[in-house]
T-cell receptor, first 118, second 113 residues
Framework: GAVVSQHPSRVICKSGTSVKIECRSL??????MFWYRQFPKQSLMLMAT?????????EQGVEKDKFLINHASLTLSTLTVTSAHPEDSSFYIC??????????????FGPGTRLTVL | AQSVSQHNHHVILSEAASLELGCNYS??????LFWYVQYPGQHLQLLLK??????LVKGIKGFEAEFIKSKFSFNLRKPSVQWSDTAEYFC???????????FGQGTTLQVKP
């Protein structure tokens, strides 16, 4: 149980286009989903926290208009990278937890999406 | 600001050697502590976690970690590593106030057969 999927696993796009990444909790309802960015050989950096039905909370330095997050249902959150540029190339990982983010609970991680912007 | 520091960036061991990966965090309040593993090409998986109680926690695959509050440390150990333990290991802290996970820089473990 507690499987999280991401789609697509890899995406290559041209500079200036927008890319949508989906994160799904397959066998549980996720009230909170998290989006991370991981640079090569570096740690995961939290970008934003999204609770179902409300606006996402972005970390300092993360542009809200650049990285649009939607958490419309208890099993789906999407991250849209708008007007992507080569510096947005990275590995994007989502995680999902069953309870509200401030309670003790486990985050289950998706496999990640490799974004390459040409 | 809260932070997590992993002392070893790249560790190379032979099979059957003992492993200890250091993790220190900076946060004065109540914390939940985690170790995650990322095998090559796979997603992050939880190895073990500490929430409260016995500071020595046992996880999957023979791993254990000890929470030492006075040292703000949560070091990961395994008595005898295997080639299949080759992976990236991340220490993470979840603060009681924010609920967010703060990850360390990660340690690449390479086990030679």
């Amino acid at each position: 149980g507690a499987v999280v999927s991401q789609h697509p696993s890899r995406v290559i796009c041209k500079s200036g286009t927008s890319v949508k990444i989906e994160c799904r909790s397959l066998d549980f309802q996720a009230t909170t989903m998290f989006w991370y960015r991981q640079f090569p050989k570096q740690s995961l950096m939290l970008m934003a926290t999204s609770n179902e039905g409300s606006k996402a909370t972005y970390e300092q330095g993360v542009e809200k208009d650049k990285f649009l997050i939607n958490h419309a249902s208890l099993t789906l959150s999407t991250l849209t990278v708008t007007s992507a540029h080569p510096e947005d190339s990275s590995f994007y990982i989502c995680s999902a937890s069953r309870l509200a983010g401030t309670s003790y609970n486990e985050q289950f991680f998706g496999p990640g999406t490799r974004l390459t912007v040409l | 600001a809260q932070s997590v520091s992993q002392h070893n960036h790249h560790v190379i061991l032979s099979e059957a050697a003992s492993l200890e990966l250091g993790c220190n965090y900076s946060y004065g309040g109540t914390v939940n502590l985690f170790w995650y593993v990322q095998y090559p090409g796979q997603h992050l998986q939880l190895l073990l976690k500490y929430f409260s109680g016995d500071p020595l926690v046992k996880g999957i695959k023979g791993f254990e970690a000890e929470f030492i509050k006075s040292k703000f440390s949560f070091n990961l150990r395994k008595p005898s590593v295997q080639w299949s333990d080759t992976a990236e290991y991340f220490c993470a802290v979840k603060s009681g106030n924010t609920g967010k996970l703060i990850f360390g820089q990660g340690t690449t473990l390479q086990v030679k057969p």
